[in-house]
Each structure stands twice: as C-alpha cells, then as structure tokens.
C-alpha cells in the first residue's frame, strides 16, 4: 500500500476504511480472555513508564467491552495516585457545517473514582459523562459555542486506535482511528489553545501521546499491511503493546 502523501483523498479513505474492515473482523474473533490477559500487561508496562508515573493530568479513552485494551484498571489507577484524570466529551460544536465539524470531542475532569463509578454507558458500552454535568467539570479545550472554559494543559493523552505500524522511512509510528476524526481534530485545537510555554522547540504541544494496544491491532512489516495516512493524521510519540512491548518514535519527548 503506498504512503498517504501519494494517495488522493479518496483513494486515503477507501484504504482506511478496507483496512478498519479487516481490523473489525480480526478483532472479532478475539477471546475476552486474551484481551483481559493483554490488558494487564499494558496496564504493568504503564504503571512503571516514568512519564505515566511523573503526570499530573492525563487524558484516556474509555474503553469499548470488546475490541481493545480495557482502561478501567489505568483510569482507577491514575486517580487513586492523586492524578488529575480527563476522559473525552463528545458534544455539538455550534459550528456551521461549512465552517468545520458540528461535533467535537473535548477532554473533562473525573472528580474522583465515585464520579467515575456513576457514569452511564452509552451505546456503544462505554462510560459516558451526563452532559448536565460538564459546566462542574476542568476541561482541556474550551469549547467553540460561546461558552469557554479555562483551557488545562495535559502531561500524556493516552489514545485508542483501529490499527498502528512504524513508517519504514520516518520510523514514526502510524495510527488509523476509527473514522471520525474526533482525536486529530483536537489535538489540532489543543495545538492552537497551547501557549508557547507549552509548546516544544518544533512547535508542537508537550503533551505526551501515546496509544495502547491488543497485539493484533499492530501491523508488522512482514504481514503486508501498512497504515495509511495523510496530511492531518497525527503521528504519536509511542505505543503500549498488549504483548508487553512498548514502541516510541524516533523523536519522542519521553526518549
């Protein structure tokens, strides 16, 4: 498969959705008993990696039943270490639909395990925050509607995915989401909300981001497959591996 910067945008996305395809139905197939077992090692090789230990405000995804590294164990975790824990908000942008997305994700503020406790699951089976909720909560962006809150700054966003390998040329790491732009997109505001002070010498925010998962979700140079990307897709800084292993970019500010 060639590399995204080749492709026109509607061969990109025809790539992205066969291989997303392929992943869902690998994924599938998975054992709960396997993605429990992968789960805790990503959990052991988190809890010891000195960024994780050294953050005070992380941000994590919470996690599907099925299908990916289960972040209930990191999320309890982080917040009975005193961290400051953010978990994605999706809402309406009160954007125009010519003027950019009508839906954002922002990141909002666990109070504590109870809060956590009390959270709804949507659909989907993921914990959800109760909207009537958010104006209590610290955000990590304001949002685009008027009603801004004080923007916080993040040590490491801890990312899903679909599926991840290594650029053979860059030797960055590759992620493919789920679709819907929602993590490019934001990171793309965090990057407009950080201040210089926040920012490192290539003008990127300091925020650590790393994306966690199964081993089946990671594509090998041997296997044929690659992840395919464009100009917006946000490389990241690493990725912990249900395996145990834990990959990093060449240029990754934890290195």
């Keep these: 498969m060639s590399q995204g910067t080749d492709m026109n945008s509607s061969a990109l996305n025809a790539a992205k959705s066969q291989l997303r395809s392929v992943m869902k139905q690998r994924l599938a197939n998975l054992a709960q008993d396997s993605i429990v077992a992968q789960s805790s090692r990503v959990f052991l090789s988190l809890t010891n990696f000195k960024p994780y230990v050294d953050a005070k405000r992380i941000a994590v995804y919470l996690s599907m039943p099925g299908g990916e590294i289960r972040t209930d164990p990191i999320v309890r975790h982080a917040l009975s270490t005193g961290k400051q824990v953010f978990v994605p908000y999706l809402h309406k942008s009160g954007l125009q639909p010519d003027d950019g997305p009508t839906r954002l994700m922002d990141m909002v503020s666990l109070k504590d395990i109870e809060d956590y ?8 089976g993921i914990p959800s925050i109760d909207a009537a909720t958010v104006h209590e909560r610290k955000r990590s962006v304001g949002e685009l509607d008027g009603n ?6 993040l040590d490491l966003i801890l990312l899903p995915g679909v599926a991840f390998d290594i650029d053979p040329q860059s030797k960055v790491i590759r992620r493919l989401g789920h ?34 998962a199964l081993k089946e979700q990671f594509l090998s140079p041997s296997s044929g497959e690659s992840v395919p990307v464009g100009p917006h897709d946000q490389p990241i800084d690493g990725l912990f591996l249900g395996d145990g292993q834990i990959k990093e970019s060449p240029n990754s ?3």
């Design 253 to 255: 500010d934890a290195n």
């Design 179 to 212: 679709g819907r732009g929602f993590y490019d997109y934001f990171l793309h505001r965090y990057t407009l909300a950080a201040s210089p002070e926040e920012k490192t010498s290539n003008g990127r925010p300091a925020v650590l981001l790393y994306a966690l």
């Design 148 to 153: 801004r809150s004080e923007d916080v700054s």
């Design 117 to 124: 406790e009390s959270l709804q699951r949507d659909k989907w």
